[in-house]
């Protein structure tokens, strides 16, 4: 099975601050990578899938980038609403796992 | 507009069985792989399985392996899992979702307690 890490697990960061999460994969997956943000009580809103394509009607300030085993969430300049937790899924090979998330916080 | 909406869960013992259902609408589903996904109280994303379009291929995450089967009824628009053999490690949020991950359901809980 192929593990993906997240770094950091928690980041503290404020309105206007550039913000980059990590996802590392245990062995390549090509660009077969997803980033989700997700809300308390919310079901995960899709960001970012191919590794850097910008679902629709997601704003330009999130970018993804990488591809093999190492990826990168860039939030540009972090608003409000930003604050969530983020994830990254491998869509490579099943089982198709999760990381285990980086919740972004003030 | 998209809709997934998902039902069936509940409380049940260890050792019983739940169906979960997942009712789409907006889009042409048929043509869709679907996932389960769920997630445990206070932890993250767990992919559990997916069943392609046409109902060819069906995956399962090991912890559920031989307690849970996908299936798919694409004349009614509605995807299920049928669970098993539950266990309290089984409690979570279940959503259903597209197997992209641009469609998802608002989640159901499923807790299994005596």
């Known amino acids: 099975d192929i593990q993906l890490t997240q770094s950091p697990s928690f980041l503290s960061a404020s309105v206007g601050d550039r913000v980059t999460i990590t996802c590392r994969a245990s062995q390549g997956i090509s660009s077969y990578l997803a980033w989700y943000q997700q809300k308390p009580g919310k079901a995960p809103k899709l960001l970012i899938y191919?590794?850097?394509t910008l679902q629709s009607g997601v704003p330009s300030r999130f970018s993804g980038s990488g591809s093999g085993t190492e990826f990168t969430l860039t939030i540009s300049s972090l608003q409000p609403e930003d604050f969530a937790t983020y994830y990254c899924q491998q869509l490579n090979s099943y089982p198709q796992t999760f990381g285990q998330g980086t919740k972004v916080e003030v | 507009e998209v809709q997934l909406l998902e039902s069936g869960g509940g409380l049940v013992q260890p050792g019983g069985s739940l169906r979960l259902s997942c009712a789409a609408s907006g889009f042409s589903f048929n043509n869709f792989a679907m996932t389960w996904v769920r997630q445990a109280p206070g932890t993250g994303l767990e992919w559990v399985s997916t069943i392609t379009g046409s109902s060819g291929g069906t995956y399962y995450a090991d912890s559920v392996k031989g307690r849970f089967t996908i299936s798919r009824d694409n004349s009614k628009n509605t995807l299920y899992l049928q669970m098993n053999s539950l266990r309290a490690e089984d409690t979570a949020v279940y959503y259903c979702?597209?197997?992209?991950?641009?469609?998802w359901g608002q989640g159901t809980l499923v807790t299994v307690s005596s």
């Open positions: 979702a597209s197997r992209r991950g641009d469609y």
């Open positions: 191919d590794a850097s």
